[in-house]
C-alpha cells in the first residue's frame, strides 16, 4: 500500500510538473517576445508601421493642408501586458503597447480623446487641433493597483520620449 502512494505522489508530481512547464512554455495570446530596460519579457502585440514611416513621426514631419497630427506616447513599461485602446471622438483610432506612440491624422477642432484599458478606469481629455497637439499616456502602478493617467505634454517633451518608441498603425494611416 505505501508503494502504491508513492508511486501515486510520483506520478502526480510529473503531471503537475509537465502542465507547469507546458504553460510557462506556451507564449501568451496577444503577445510577442519585448526587451525593456534589459528586461527580457513578453509584451502585448500591436501592429507596427515600418522604419521610414515611423522616421517621418518622429521628424515631426508637418501634417497635409487642412489636417493635424495628434501624438499620443506611452513611454513607460508598466502593465507590459495590457493594451491601451485610442478613441478619438468615440471612434477607435489605435492601440498602444508599453513603449510606443501613435500619430493621429485629425481635422482641426476640438476633439475627445480617450483611452480605455481592460480592468482600468477610462481617461479622457479634450483637446484643440491645430496643425499639432501631443499627448502622454501612462498606467501609475501603485502598491495593490494601477491607476492610468493622460496629459498634454509640450512639443520638445513629445519629441524626446517619441525617440527610443515604436509607431502604431493608425486608422487614418
Known amino acids: ?15 503537475a510538473s509537465a502542465i507547469l512547464m507546458s504553460a510557462c512554455a506556451a507564449p501568451a495570446r496577444d503577445s510577442v517576445p519585448c526587451t525593456i530596460l534589459q528586461q527580457s519579457s513578453t509584451c502585448v502585440a500591436v501592429p507596427l508601421h515600418d522604419d521610414a514611416h515611423e522616421d517621418e513621426a518622429k521628424a515631426l514631419a508637418p501634417a497635409p493642408e487642412g489636417w493635424g497630427y495628434l501624438y499620443v506616447t506611452r513611454p513607460y513599461s508598466q502593465q507590459r501586458s495590457i493594451k491601451s485602446r485610442i478613441f478619438v471622438d468615440d471612434v477607435l483610432h489605435a492601440e498602444l503597447g508599453p513603449k510606443t506612440f501613435a500619430r493621429i491624422k485629425l481635422r482641426p477642432g476640438t476633439h475627445t480623446i480617450k483611452v480605455t484599458v481592460e480592468e482600468r478606469k477610462t481617461v479622457s481629455i479634450p483637446v484643440e487641433m491645430t496643425k499639432e497637439a501631443f499627448l502622454e499616456y501612462q498606467i501609475v502602478e501603485h502598491l495593490l493597483s494601477a491607476e492610468p493617467t493622460i496629459k498634454p505634454v509640450s512639443q520638445g517633451r513629445a519629441r524626446e520620449s517619441m525617440q527610443p518608441l515604436d509607431l502604431v498603425v493608425t486608422n487614418t494611416d
Open 1 to 15: 500500500m505505501a508503494t502504491d502512494t508513492k508511486r501515486y505522489t510520483k506520478v502526480s508530481l510529473l503531471a
